[in-house]
């Protein structure tokens, strides 16, 4: 005979791989803004969310990955705006400035935070 859990033990929100993959983001978020992205291990990484490096490597195949997410979870894409028909290097010229474009929000996004 099958028993029901107790009205009071709720299910936790949101999905257990969803959660640490956030948590180790912005635990690699923070480290990066501290020391850099070249001098941030995934060690470190681990240690600030709390976790070991067996669950970076579970969400994440490599440190590559791991930072090339946070880079889409938190900074927008960049869109170039290429008219039609437009050559090879207007089209440079446009990422160019969509590049800075991107770049100088996020500096001014920076900066309004402290």
């Not at 889409?72 to 894409?77: F, G, V």
């Not at 028909?85 to 440079?92: N, V």
Request: hydrophobic share 40%.
């Amino acid at each position: 005979m099958a028993t029901e859990a107790p009205e009071s033990r709720r299910k936790p929100k949101g999905n257990k791989r969803d959660r640490t993959r956030a948590t180790l983001l912005e635990a690699a978020r923070a480290l990066v803004r501290e020391k850099g992205f070249a001098r941030t291990t995934l060690e470190e990484v681990a240690a600030r969310a709390g976790m070991t490096t067996g669950a970076i490597y579970g969400n994440f195949r490599n440190r590559d990955e791991l930072f090339v997410a946070l880079g889409d979870a938190y900074w927008p894409p960049i869109k170039p705006r290429v008219a039609p028909g437009a050559t090879f290097a207007e089209a440079m010229r446009a990422m160019a400035a969509a590049t800075i474009e991107a770049t100088a929000s996020r500096l001014i996004r920076r900066a309004t935070r402290t």
